[in-house]
């Protein structure tokens, strides 16, 4: 097994502080140099406190963007929240979807371009094609993700006459395992297809860049040792060992 | 009504590295020409800073806007073609630069079997081995005669590599020394060495050191960040359109890019053309570019539809084997192999084209008269670095969600190695595109409909290189080895390579191909269309330097054309 060292992160200050070492003779001129510009720049502002901004994530204005862009309904919210929670649980390995924030992730991509599709092609006409076309729903993830859940939510009344929420555990699993198998009946999307989309939305949630609202603190980053957007592995890429380091996020990158 | 613009001697359709390359030869030598994008412009500074897997790699940022135009598939004629709504398969490159910006810099060059595919095959195994299905046809052109251009786009790039005598032979060193080796990447070339093959680092556009070009353009050293794929880099660190040949091109004051121009119709009198039809994305306004020279450096995709949608060439009839344009699409035949280990490996970081290779079972480099298909593939461990949210590995029987796969997820994160074949794409008779009978364009324009399936062909060679995966996994101590050896069907969601090729092909004979050895159309011999739909096949590797190859072929048949207007090969 091989040693696990621990080495600091690295952020844009400090890389573009240390780049005249690692790229040579290359900085001076063009972008490098323009950059290294800026950086001097940046070291006479008070505003660069990043390794500060780092550590406190979770305090102040970061928990102001735990609000509903999106579910109108606190109820949805709550059956979508419980439900990515089962998908990615708080347990010994690291917190869990609710801690991470994912439903607030989920909840602010389904409020843009995400929720709309507005990159993809939405034209009709529509026809349910063989698997290898690939998604052929006219629904966009908004409505999908509205209907999807309300569907998990009337499964929990049929099935166990109670809100899905306040399930326990194992029966929430069963009924999501009911929407892996495409055993709901739905309308213009089947039942696996928005599980997978809420599966994948929650790995996004988890995984994603903390700009987003999930990951919470990188905290998420942290259950896989994940070291964020660092400026260079060029001093690590030749190592035998693994070398473990704090995150970087890009938050200490644009401020 | 389109407004008629002020004539150039030349007229490029899309800026990419082919139009790139080709704006820079012809600038270069004093000609007018203008570039007409219908992306935005774009700039290295757009890159800076730009670490988010979320926004680039998952949401493909740098991707094209698939609202406004797509594609259309379906596996066979029995099949109603839908759209491609989302991105999947390939991803689509958009904006100055095309996708060229979002590569990853893999460099090898095509064999010498490849540009000669029929007549070897024919040679060393008998023309029974070709199937009746299957026309498999020789480029035109030797690599002898393509080798020049070849070490031209290694030197404009500055790539970075080691011989092998399993490539192609090179007339020049590589320009930079090979890149770094990780430690999976020593397990992989002292695995394959005790196997008897002939490993080494891949050539790469990732440069291992600063270096500048002929041009004078400085492409930086790699700090090895793992941002490369889907990603432009932060360092000008892999050669792209953007800091190589359109600044070179610009430079000359001779090249004049205009962007939010979708070309949309090439002017054709039946025998020349006089210019492109494109409409300003941003107003709506129709536009007229009158040129002595066009040149369609649009991708495989827009290069094949354009020439559909303007009737220039016979558009190709897989029912009676007539026609040309839009014939031989093919791909890349993918097969991978992960193998689940005790240790863990710095696996975030990495680089685009970073990676140890072996080619004993690519080309003709081993004996196939007792295989059941042609050709062969690459075999690689790359180190691009994985992203949390696209690599969960775990091992087979996990579930996909829950306690047991948030933690599998986890552990095997760092812990898991991928090895990956790119197998050659042989053509077949019913593999084509050709334009969609329903849906169309933001423009109202009808959508390219790719008519596509994996061949037996496809799934042997797929089955034997996912054996030779798991050998060499297994002898790098892998715990666990999981291999896919059945492709099935092709499907166009998953992400599979950007490597499209064909269309537009090239070679020797008016009748079985669309462009003669220059990329100048048979047709209309003031056409020059430039690209991998030039490819009359794939072969086991990435196809950028063979596009940049070609491409400064192509750039020095049309300085000849412009000197002397005739057709440049009969």
Known sequence: ?255 | MATELPRKQVAIVGVGWSGGIIASELAKEGYECIGLERGSERKINDFIMQKDELRYAIRYELMQDLSKETLTFRNDQDMLALPMRQMGSFLLGTDLGGAGIHWNGQCPRFYPYDFEIRTQTIDNYGEDRIPDDMPLQDWGISYDDMEEYFAKFDETIGTSGEDNEMTAPRSTEFPTPPMKQTRSMKMFAEAADSLGLHPYISASANLSEAYTNPDGKTINQCMYCSFCERFGCDYQAKSDPLITVIPTALETGNFEVRTHSNVREIAYDGNQTDGVYFTDTRTGEDYFQPADVVILTSYVMNNTRLLLQSGIGDPYDPENETGVIGKNYCYQVMASAQGFFDEQFNLYAGAGALGGQVDDYNADNFDHSDLDFLHGGTIQLTQTGIRPIATNPVPPGTPTWGKEFKEASAHYFYRTLSLGSQGASLPYRYNYLDLDPTYTDSHGDPLLRMTYNFTEQDRNLAAHQSARLTEILEEMGANEVVSNPDIGDYNIMPYQTTHNTGGVIMGSDSETSAVNNYLQMWDCENLFVVGASAFPHNSGYNPTPTVGALSYRAAEGILSYLEDPRPLAE
């Open chain 1, 1 to 255: 097994m091989a040693e696990e060292n621990n080495q600091s992160g690295m952020t844009r200050r400090d890389f573009l502080k240390n780049s005249g070492l690692v790229v040579g003779g290359v900085v001076g001129g063009g972008i490098l140099g323009s950059l290294l510009t800026n950086s001097f720049t940046d070291d006479t502002s008070p505003a660069t406190d990043t390794e500060g901004d780092q550590t406190d994530q979770t305090g102040g204005d970061e928990q102001l963007t735990k609000a509903r862009m999106f579910f109108k309904r606190q109820e949805d919210f709550r059956v979508l929240s419980a439900a990515v929670e089962r998908i990615f649980p708080d347990d010994e390995t690291g917190p869990g979807a609710i801690a991470l924030a994912v439903p607030f992730f989920i909840d602010k991509q389904l409020a843009g371009e995400y929720g709309f599709n507005s990159r993809e092609y939405m034209e009709g006409p529509f026809h349910e094609g063989a698997p290898t076309q690939g998604p052929q729903t006219g629904m966009r993830r908004r409505e999908v993700f509205l209907y999807g859940v309300s569907r998990i939510q009337d499964i929990a009344q049929d099935q166990f006459g109670e809100a899905f929420f306040d399930l326990d555990g194992e029966q929430q699993d069963e009924i999501l395992g009911h929407f892996q198998n495409a055993e709901v009946d739905m309308t213009g999307v089947t039942a696996d297809a928005f599980f997978t989309m809420l599966r994948q939305a929650t790995l996004e949630g988890v995984y994603a860049d903390p700009v987003y609202g999930g990951n919470l603190n990188m905290d998420g980053w942290r259950i896989k040792k994940y070291p964020g957007g660092q400026m260079a592995f060029f001093d690590v890429i030749e190592a035998d060992e693994f070398v473990e380091m704090e995150p970087i996020s890009l938050h200490a990158h644009h401020t």
